[in-house]
């Protein structure tokens, strides 16, 4: 059964640094990864989807990075400002299921203070 | 382009009501998910469907239902409303089923069970 889990469950750093949050998945037969962003009472932000055959994707501040084989995804942010608040959240498609039946971590909320 | 509508946004029930959500997905869109988002469970994944068609269902109580209509919208139903059933309603859509669509999600239903 397909598990992920994002670790820490909380982060909290000053403006300006430059972060890593990170995604593990307990199986590798996935089609892609998809980093999202949810806001307090929102729902959610499709950040970037990363195919099962790709290594990396890039938008702007952020770059998430995908290693199938260890199961792990990182979702890295440049230059954090305050209005990168917010939890972030990594789910799976698995092979096996739908494109539309994601299994999601439970995220880690970022909090970034001026 | 609009994006997904939820509707409504905020329901109050008592234990024992059903309920119906409301999901209608960008213009275009033909695949449509539902997830559950609860504080102890995170998202869970609830069904999806395309063309008409339930295409996966998570491991929810019969209790739960949905539907979608030709012009892609979607419903779900809860009937015997339980006080877990307290939650976020998130609807997704994408453009089909293939494996490289991104998910775009409403701002959800938020359901309180008294």
């Known amino acids: 059964k397909q598990e992920v889990t994002q670790i820490p469950a909380a982060l909290s750093v000053p403006e300006g640094e430059n972060l890593v949050l990170n995604c593990s998945f307990t199986?590798?037969?996935?089609?892609?990864l998809q980093w999202f962003r949810q806001d307090p009472g929102k729902g959610l932000t499709s950040l970037l989807l990363i195919q099962s055959s790709q290594r990396e994707q890039t938008s702007g501040r952020l770059n998430a990075s995908l290693d199938k084989s260890s199961g792990r995804s990182t979702l890295y942010i440049a230059a954090s400002q305050p209005g990168d608040s917010a939890t972030y959240l990594c789910?799976?498609?698995?092979?096996?299921?739908?494109?539309?039946?994601?299994?999601f971590g439970k995220g880690t909320k970022l909090s970034v203070k001026p | 382009k609009a994006g997904v509508t939820q509707t409504p946004r905020y329901l109050i029930k008592t234990r024992g009501q059903q309920v119906t959500l409301s999901c209608s997905p960008i213009?275009?869109?033909?695949?449509v998910s539902w997830y559950q988002q609860t504080p102890g469970q995170g998202l869970q994944f609830l069904f999806e469907y395309f063309s008409e068609t339930q295409r996966n269902k998570g491991n929810f109580p019969g209790r739960f239902s949905g539907r979608q209509f030709s012009n892609s919208r979607s419903e779900m139903n809860v009937s015997t409303l339980e006080l877990g059933d307290s939650a976020l309603y998130l609807c997704a859509s994408s453009r089909g089923v293939e494996t490289g669509d991104t998910q775009y999600f409403g701002p959800g239903t938020r359901l309180t069970v008294l």
């Open positions: 199986d590798s037969a996935i089609y892609n």
């Open positions: 789910a799976v498609a698995p092979r096996g299921g739908s494109q539309g039946n994601l299994i």
């Open positions: 213009s275009g869109h033909r695949s």
